[in-house]
């Protein structure tokens, strides 16, 4: 169920309340167990949410899930405030220092990865027109909320608040997170998280993220956020803790760096995290981190050149390593790269790679029931651009092509220069008023390829 939390301290979260009111069907119910401006009283509900309403400003309200029942998610209607202009907006809420806005220090609510990257999809969807929609790093409280959660923003200044569209957009936006999970999930494995560390306050790498791959972003401490948890912890073990606590809050064993920070990944990864870039987020998109986990074991990891080929897409059940023979996929390969490099990405579970991921180099890895004669029938066709004729011969792949041979063109009296240059460009030439063809100053070149 998502919970609805309106404020009735902030103009546009009222707005948004009453364009939320409007656009759906909603029955209302009476709560006398609580106080009317702690989220009792009157009580709207509808297909897949609950809207309740308070008097307190959202980051003043602690374990707000607590006057709903049971909540897979919250959701906070606010404003917000800035020098951005017209911008719809979204994010978590915690402090990676000192509580200045709410909450306590060092901590975090649970936060909503999933449905933050929905809500940001949504938003962009709806957005009236000349208003701008991105994330901002993890900011003011409240802290201790209940359950996952997140603040959905009309910002940033009192005519954004005002602006019946803007509210209609994140209404829309809001409502359209009924039924959607907190958390990205993963079959067998952790969730599809990432903690962001470092960047401005607007986050545009990580939102980057949360558009372009099927990774969704937990807590997101900005540079500033960073500098404000060396001024608050008292030594490496606060920072640590709060760290951890924020990986705990994000369902997170992933980071994501966007400052060049070493001692930082260094933390990170002492507390038993992994640091990835947007190289590993974009190449693992689609595929199980399970599987991603087993072939970087296997073959050897993303940063070392692992590509994933679209049979990996959803996962496979078994796999197996061919090793290619280096000197048929190098000749292949520079034959015609494109159908090398387009065939193992539409084939294979996973292949290895060099020159940063650009050129192919093996191993291959290929489904169950596939095997090697596969990759080598797919390097011997590549061949076949250039060769007369290609074929398979017992643990070789020979190929032969007849190429124009110099030493035959001069043993027909032919003079080095242009006329060598037509000859090996197919012409004829004439020689003392006698035609010298082509194919008569052609050699059989023959290279063979052990298996």
Do not use: K
Request: charged share 30%.
């Amino acid at each position: 169920m998502l919970g609805v939390v309106v404020s009735r301290a902030d103009e546009a979260s009222a707005h948004v309340g009453e364009r939320l009111l409007d656009r759906a069907a909603w029955t209302q119910t009476t709560d006398d167990s609580r106080p009317d401006g702690e989220g009792g009283g009157t009580v709207y509900r509808t297909d897949g949410a609950v809207l309740r309403e308070f008097d307190a400003l959202h980051l003043d309200i602690e374990r707000a899930a607590d006057a709903f029942d049971d909540p897979d998610l919250l959701v906070f209607a606010s404003r917000h405030a800035g020098e951005t202009g017209p911008l719809l907006t979204a994010h978590h809420t915690g402090n990676f220092g000192a509580a200045d806005f709410g909450g306590d220090p060092g901590s975090f609510a649970r936060a909503c990865p999933n449905a933050h990257r929905a809500v940001v999809t949504a938003l962009a969807e709806h957005a009236p027109d000349g208003y701008e929609v991105g994330m901002e790093c993890t900011h003011h409280g409240p802290t201790e909320v209940g359950a996952p959660s997140m603040f959905v923003e009309v910002g940033s200044d009192e005519a954004q608040w005002r602006d019946p569209d803007a509210a209609d957009a994140v209404a829309r936006a809001i409502l359209s997170l009924r039924g959607v999970a907190s958390d990205a999930g993963e079959t067998i494995g952790p969730e599809r998280h990432l903690v962001g560390l470092g960047g401005g306050h607007y986050a545009p790498r990580f939102e980057r993220v949360l558009r372009e791959t099927d990774w969704a972003v937990g807590h997101v401490a900005a540079d500033w956020s960073l500098d404000a948890l060396d001024e608050w912890a008292d030594g490496a073990a606060d920072r640590e803790a709060v760290l951890d606590r924020a990986f705990a809050a994000s369902a997170a064993e992933f980071a994501l760096l966007d400052a060049d920070r070493p001692a930082l990944e260094s933390t990170v990864e002492g507390l038993g995290y992994r640091v990835v870039d947007e190289t590993f987020v974009r190449t693992t998109s689609g595929v199980p981190l399970s599987l991603v986990a087993e072939l970087e074991s296997a073959v050897g990891s993303v940063d070392e050149g692992l590509r994933f080929g679209d049979a990996a897409t959803g996962g496979v059940e078994s796999w197996a390593v061919v090793d290619v023979p280096a000197d048929l996929l190098a000749e292949a390969r520079g034959v015609d790269p494109e159908a090398v490099r387009s065939w193992v990405e539409s084939e294979t579970v996973a292949f290895g790679t060099e020159q940063n991921g650009t050129v192919v180099a093996g191993p291959v890895v290929v489904s169950a029931g596939d095997g090697r004669d596969d990759v080598v029938d797919v390097l011997a066709d590549a061949l076949r651009s250039r060769y007369d004729s290609v074929e398979r011969d017992g643990g070789e792949v020979v190929a032969r092509e007849r190429t124009f041979d110099p030493e035959l063109a001069r043993e027909a009296g032919v003079p080095e220069g242009p006329a060598f240059g037509r000859l090996s460009a197919g012409e004829p030439v004439e020689v003392d008023g006698e035609e010298i063809r082509p194919e008569s100053v052609r050699s059989e070149r023959i290279r063979r390829f052990t298996l």
